[in-house]
């Protein structure tokens, strides 16, 4: 067994950096002795939600997976998952925390909806208040060394983690960097080189290619996904704007600015309409399914967003030669105006935290069972899988995929499910595919990141708190504005309601008088709080 230190806040640890290129040098403050426990074990549940058929097939039980009957192999202990559907999860993680009869942890990940800050109705800081999920901010740095390091030295990743009264309440899935754009636009390299023009560069150069393309006979050169642009907010953050009901940080001051009556988001909507008015936008694009790719298999489209598995899957399924293009941005400027603050300064991802209950009676083993995760060892199964030769070979001294991990089984189950860690408690490398995948693919990803975020305007908000009091107050005004926005943004980007300047200004004037200076009250003053924490 291993005896636990504790990290202390004021003194920067001494680290030695493990050999991998891929780890950080806050890696391995701590690594245990295996097994953990002498004795018996030790043994706890974990509730844990059972994705769906997303990807290609219905995740196996966590039980059921190599990694970990491994984990629990190495580690001595024993884990009881139990694990529901992602169609009645929400339903039956309420139904437990009522009963009081919990388990012992919970993975919230596809618990809560997505932008939540919490699954649990109030947030963290009222699940501790209510005695339903426990305070980890004094057990943390003495059972979970590893982690508190990590946490110590990424300010961003410290404010994500920490509520606003300053607790800690999880082991979160933490990355090895932010995940950059993890999509980013694709094109069709025949009907972009039929047309004689060379790749975009800025939102008008789009304009004329979208013309060219569409001479040529493509029926919708513009692809964009039911939000209205090219998955990924190329478009709209290319003229610094969400899209609509949001709000964003100036980076030049530091303040809140509403985007939904914002210029930049007039801008993208009249660039919007021109291209809707012309024919380049399939005039159903609003009825379309997320991950519908019709348009795109049949040819009737040339350029759209997808991820690095997006562009493997149309050439190996459709012949479909694909190439990535670099982020766009208005003419007059260098970069696009807004970035997404998950894509640049995010390393956890929202709601993958694993928190621990009340009724857990031994939180200190747990809490060292997780921490395992981000010790040297840990990090290295979480990524790569225990064996050598299986998952991963080593390559210059550097861990790397084997190619296996890129495929599937007869079931269609990821082969990178079954001997690492597809999501989970753990410290996750960010690029751990790129050694293995295609020099196309690797290109793709290079070209999308290539942006420059020091030249933006604006940034998206991070994930906010708000208390139990300031949600119920502003769910009305919240609700009223995000529906009126929504609606009448629509109308403008497809020509229901002509765009005039006398047109947008009723239409600010009408979001301003539904409340919108008090909504804004709220959100700075959870912003406010974030900062600060």
């Not at 956890?348 to 621990?356: E, F, H, I, Q, R």
């Not at 499910?417 to 597809?422: E, R, T, W």
């Not at 290079?446 to 030249?455: E, G, R």
Request: charge should be negative.
């Amino acid at each position: 067994s291993s005896d636990v230190c504790s990290s202390d806040l004021e003194e920067e640890p001494t680290v030695e950096a493990p050999t991998n290129q891929f780890y950080s040098e806050h890696i391995g403050v701590l690594d245990y002795d295996l097994p953990l426990f002498d004795g018996e074990g030790y043994e706890f549940s974990i509730y844990w939600v059972k994705l769906g058929a997303m990807g290609g097939a219905e995740q196996p039980d966590k039980k059921d997976l190599l990694f970990w009957q491994r984990v629990q192999e190495n580690l001595g202990i024993t884990i009881n998952f139990e694990q529901r559907s992602e169609a009645v999860c929400a339903e039956q993680y309420n139904l437990m925390i009522a009963s009081g009869d919990m388990t012992d942890l919970i993975y919230e990940s596809n618990c809560g909806q997505m932008g939540s800050t919490s699954v649990y109705n109030g947030g963290y800081d009222k699940a501790i208040e209510d005695d339903v999920y426990l305070d980890l901010t004094e057990l943390i740095p003495e059972y979970a060394p590893n982690y508190y390091d990590i946490l110590m030295h990424d300010e961003n990743l410290r404010k994500d983690l920490t509520t606003d009264t300053g607790k800690l309440y999880s082991i979160a899935m933490v990355y090895d960097q932010p995940q950059g754009v993890r999509e980013g636009p694709l094109v069709r390299r025949d009907y972009l080189e039929a047309t004689g023009l060379p790749v975009p560069v800025t939102c008008e150069d789009w304009t004329e290619m979208f013309k060219a393309m569409k001479s040529n006979g493509v029926q919708f050169p513009m692809g964009v996904s039911n939000g209205g642009d090219i998955r990924g907010g190329f478009f709209m953050n290319a003229f610094g704007t969400s899209g609509g009901h949001a709000f964003k940080v100036d980076l030049a001051t530091g303040e809140l600015v509403y985007d939904g009556t914002s210029d930049e988001l007039r801008d993208f909507v009249e660039f919007f309409a021109e291209n809707f008015r012309a024919g380049m936008i399939d005039p159903d694009y609003a009825y379309a399914q997320m991950f519908d790719t019709s348009l795109q298999t049949s040819g009737a489209t040339a350029l759209w967003g997808g991820m690095d598995r997006d562009l493997v899957m149309m050439k190996e399924s459709y012949d479909m030669d694909l190439m990535a293009v670099p982020m766009t941005y208005p003419e007059g400027c260098e970069a696009p105006k807004q970035f997404s603050y998950e894509y640049a300064r995010q390393r956890n991802s929202g709601l993958k935290n694993t928190v621990v209950t009340t009724d857990c009676l031994e939180p200190e083993k747990v809490l060292q069972v997780l921490d395992w995760f981000f010790s040297t060892d840990g990090a290295s199964a979480v990524n790569f899988g225990f064996n050598e030769g299986e998952s991963y070979e080593v390559v210059d001294g550097v861990k790397q995929w084997l190619p296996l991990m890129n495929t599937r089984n007869d079931d269609l189950v990821s082969y990178e499910v079954i001997y690492a860690l597809d999501e989970g408690p753990g410290y996750q490398i960010v690029n751990k595919r790129n050694p293995v995948s295609e020099d196309y693919v690797i290109e793709a990803k290079n070209i999308w990141l290539d942006v420059d975020t020091s030249k933006a305007m604006y940034s998206a908000t991070p994930t906010l708190a708000f208390t139990a009091e300031e949600s119920e107050d502003m769910a009305s005004i919240n609700t009223d504005i995000w529906t009126t926005v929504a609606t009448d943004i629509s109308r403008f980007m497809i020509g229901e309601q002509q765009l005039t300047d006398e047109t947008w200004k009723a239409y600010c004037d009408k979001i301003e008088s539904m409340g919108l200076a008090e909504l804004q009250a709220f959100y700075e003053a959870a912003y406010a709080r974030y900062e600060n924490r």
